[in-house]
């Protein structure tokens, strides 16, 4: 099959863990564990997300006394898929000799009046309590919000409307190439409508939603998204939580999951499962391989009852 596979941002990053990189560096073992196996077997597409790194480099930038102004989310963006994309690519090099394996920076496209841009939701960088929060958001202009277990920085998170580089990665694919892209949503960019001429948009692209559009496009057989729990929970964190094993799109969709954890997860699993009569599953990472053998977390499989 051909797989495109999500990673969640915290695959680097766990939650409380400080953002050394030789924190990273110990976790990404973790992740060619889990991916490698299913590699022997499909082609593979991987993306990411970059919450933690992009958030840990805007506050470098905004701090740095060098830079008259703060670098932009859009080349901070491109900072974290050379990062993550070469930590991937170095270890699953060495977990799979002979291999061809391409890290490539992705660009996706947005609209320049999506109303994203005047809601910011999209949660990067780590928690905080909510004074040092509100301090930070008074003095750097940053949008907050309430997250599980504190407050943290939210900022704009357009739709992804076409990813730049599909053609290139159908390519490599065809090659026989492993390819990390699209990695935490990609870059974002908008387009003149005249020219055609690129501008980086302040913003983060949502990286699940992204991952579905890209697993449309390149034809993909099934979506992967490999998160920190093992599965979608309806209720979750109350006393009627229980596990959802398998659900159409249209179940998923009344679930009414969070935008902040579940809901874009569920919502990019329903997309690629109704565009494309694929499927799509969402689970833990460890159990990356357990899962496309339908033994471990939740399916989304078509609606066979729609004409």
């Known amino acids: 099959m051909r797989i495109v596979i999500a990673l969640g ?34 082609e593979i597409v991987i993306t990411h997300g970059n919450g933690p790194q992009i958030g840990l480099l805007a506050v470098e930038s905004a701090a740095d006394p060098a830079l008259s102004t703060p670098y932009p989310l859009d080349l901070l963006g491109a900072q974290t898929q050379g990062l993550i994309g070469s930590l991937l690519a170095r270890t699953l090099h060495d977990a799979l000799p002979g291999r061809r394996i391409a890290a490539l920076v992705t660009h996706t496209l947005v609209r320049a009046d999506d109303p994203a841009f005047d809601h910011p939701t999209k949660f990067v960088g780590q928690v905080y ?20 277990i504190g407050w943290r920085r939210v900022v704009p998170s357009p739709a992804p409307e076409r990813i730049l580089e599909t053609d290139t990665v159908h390519e490599l694919l065809n090659s026989g190439t492993l390819v990390i892209c699209a990695g935490g949503g990609g870059v974002p960019v908008t387009a003149d409508q005249d020219t055609g001429a690129l501008t980086g948009a302040e913003a983060v692209i949502d990286k699940d939603l992204t991952a579905a559009l890209l697993a449309e496009d390149l034809k993909a057989d099934f979506l992967l998204i490999l998160t920190d729990v093992p599965c979608v929970y309806a209720g979750y964190g109350t006393p009627d939580q229980r596990p959802v094993l398998g659900a159409t799109p249209a179940e998923l969709r009344r679930g009414g999951f969070p935008d902040g954890s579940m809901g874009p997860k569920t919502e990019a699993a329903a997309r690629f499962v109704e565009r494309t009569g694929g499927l799509a599953a969402i689970g833990s990472l460890d159990a990356a391989y357990e899962i496309v053998h339908g033994r471990s977390g939740t399916l989304v499989r078509p609606d066979l009852t729609v004409a």
């Open 129 to 148: 309590p909510y004074e040092v929060a509100s301090t930070l958001a008074r003095k750097r202009g940053w949008h907050i919000a309430a997250d599980t």
């Open 9 to 42: 941002g915290n695959a680097l990053l766990h939650r409380g863990e400080r953002p050394d990189a030789a924190v990273q560096e110990a976790n990404i073992d973790r992740v060619t564990t889990a991916i490698a196996a299913l590699a022997q077997e499909h």
